[in-house]
């Protein structure tokens, strides 16, 4: 049966991997312990203070102090409405007939998207929505 091999394949693999696992954990570790010798100090002990030094200059102090950030924004209480005269009316629909993206045009004369959107509706440059059919209840 192909499943059947299959899952022995599989099994066979994971013991493979274990193994691998094993052997690589082993080397490791021999190779690990054998780094003093192979730089020529006699004992771990001076081998790690040899690290130390020649990262950062011996031994370590504390951290530096971190610089200070720039203080928060104060948000100035509420924001003055908008007043939308004729000529910000043009100036959007200008904007809009130029292919200015609604959102940057909202932002370009300080007025709210759906501000924008009522203007583009009143000077029939959108769609009216299509009349949807009742909700059936």
Excluded: C, H, W
């Excluded at 780094?35 to 081998?47: M, Q, T, V």
């Excluded at 409405?81 to 909202?106: C, D, L, M, S």
């Amino acid at each position: 049966m192909p499943f059947i091999d299959k899952i022995n394949q599989l099994e066979a693999a994971k013991a493979k991997v274990a193994e691998l696992e094993k052997n690589v954990t082993t080397e490791r570790q021999q190779a690990l312990a054998a780094l003093p010798s192979d730089f020529g100090y006699a004992d771990l002990n001076s081998f790690i203070k040899a690290l130390k030094a020649a990262s950062k200059g011996g031994s370590r102090k504390g951290k530096k102090a971190a610089k200070a950030g720039k203080p928060a924004k104060v948000k100035a209480g509420k924001r003055k409405r908008a007043k939308i005269t004729p000529e910000v009316k043009q100036q959007v629909i200008a904007a809009v007939q130029a292919g200015t993206a609604g959102a940057k045009i909202a932002k370009d004369f300080g007025i709210s998207l759906p501000s924008v959107q009522n203007i583009k509706k009143e000077a029939g440059l959108v769609k009216a929505r299509a009349a949807s059919a009742p909700a059936a209840s």
